[in-house]
């Protein structure tokens, strides 16, 4: 071990050995103690152009990695279990062409192990241009830096490699789950009207309402035709209808502050995401909450937040008041302090034996060993128990 660690020392610092290098030195030093021993000129000869040899192939390693550059490209962020699609590039400011070199790029451990390019030739004063795909398995946000340049041009005798500091930054989303219904969400307020806005009456109400005409394009439902128009302009004219979005507030807020099996973290982050979209195609205004982020919201920093979330962090932010919130939580006793016009989504870690119980308000108990998908979309395990 001791031996490896000098040997990727050496290398890194300046040149090692291939194991032809070994070979021809351990062979130049025999013929060396031969000749010495013999006095014949021509084995002097030869051991001599062997030396000769390993001094320029220990020199020449060096200066082909002399006026490398490294340039790596922005990462656009994917969901966990697509590839992540990472783009280098390699530049030769040198007069001469750059042949025979392997770049690696250093993963962290949470993506995979490192990836590395054999590059034949580049080209004087010109580029090469490395892409590949890394899959992905886990959420978060990762970052590394290193890049090293390798080779052993070109001889072969010796290996000599060189470290570039290139930062990267990849953000693996979690998934989102596409749920048809969420009862959970849909019933978020039903208790509290005279508080919470609601845009469904408002929105039937204003069903039909024209906002203006306008040319009618392929597509175009015949319905909206407006026949009069039509006649009047000699063309068909559409009516285009006023879009009235939902006003409901809601706040899904992750227990991030608590401590959670590994596992069951996970789900809990997957159903906050899935969650928060649902209620964003639902028309309403909803925010998400963590104990590191506070509120947040937007599609893409809601994305962000929950790839970087973690168990146990410090509760900066306090939760928001008198709003309907969905406590995602896996701690059975902290769902009591949720309001009548919230709900809950408990995670049971596996052996629980019951689910937790509220005087207020309903909410749902994700098993672990059932699809999450499936349980999100169903009704809550039960009703509010009414309190006088």
């Avoid at 130049?28 to 000749?35: E, Q, S, T």
């Avoid at 770049?103 to 580049?122: C, F, H, N, T, Y």
């Avoid at 629980?352 to 979309?377: F, H, M, N, Y």
């Amino acid at each position: 071990m001791k031996s490896l660690n000098f040997a990727d020392w050496l290398e890194r610092r300046w040149v090692t050995p291939s194991y032809a290098g070994w070979l021809l030195l351990v062979l130049a030093i025999c013929l060396f103690g031969a000749a010495t021993n013999s006095m014949a000129g021509w084995l002097y000869v030869i051991s001599g152009i062997s030396f000769a040899l390993l001094i320029i192939a220990a020199i020449l390693p060096r200066r082909s990695l002399r006026q490398l550059q490294l340039e790596r490209f922005p990462i656009q962020p994917v969901s966990a279990g697509e590839d992540l699609t990472i783009t280098l590039r390699l530049h030769n400011n040198h007069k001469e062409a750059k042949s025979l070199l392997q770049v690696w790029d250093l993963l962290p451990s949470g993506l995979g192990r490192p990836q590395g390019k054999a590059i034949e030739l580049v080209p004087p004063k010109n580029f090469y241009q490395w892409s590949y795909f890394q899959p992905t398995q886990k959420r978060g946000v990762y970052h590394w830096q290193n890049l090293q340049l390798r080779t052993g041009a070109p001889l072969g005798l010796f290996w000599c490699r060189r470290s570039q500091v290139v930062p990267a930054k990849a953000i693996v989303y979690p998934q989102v789950l596409k749920l048809q219904q969420c009862p959970l969400v849909d019933a978020i307020g039903a208790e509290d009207q005279d508080r919470i806005y609601s845009d469904r009456h408002y929105q039937a109400a204003t069903e039909g309402m024209t906002k203006t005409l306008r040319a009618y394009r392929f597509g175009d439902p015949t319905r909206l035709i407006h026949w009069r128009s039509s006649a009047r302009f000699d063309q068909f004219m559409v009516r285009e209808l006023e879009v009235v979005t939902g006003g409901q507030e809601l706040v899904i807020c992750l227990d991030s502050g608590a401590l959670w099996q590994a596992e069951l973290f996970e789900q809990a982050v997957i159903a906050a995401a899935s969650l928060y979209f649902y209620a964003v195609r639902a028309q309403l205004n909803v925010k998400l909450w963590t104990a590191g982020a506070g509120l947040v919201t937007g599609g893409r920093s809601v994305l962000e937040t929950l790839a970087a979330v973690q168990m146990e962090e410090s509760n900066e932010y306090e939760l928001p008041r008198r709003i309907p919130l969905l406590w995602i939580t896996g701690r059975a006793e902290s769902v009591e302090d949720v309001a009548s016009y919230s709900r809950w989504l408990y995670f049971a870690p596996p052996g629980a034996s019951s689910s937790p119980r509220s005087a207020l308000c309903a909410g749902l108990t994700v098993e672990d060993d059932k699809d999450l998908s499936q349980q999100l979309q169903r009704p809550p395990n039960f009703s509010p128990r009414m309190v006088s």
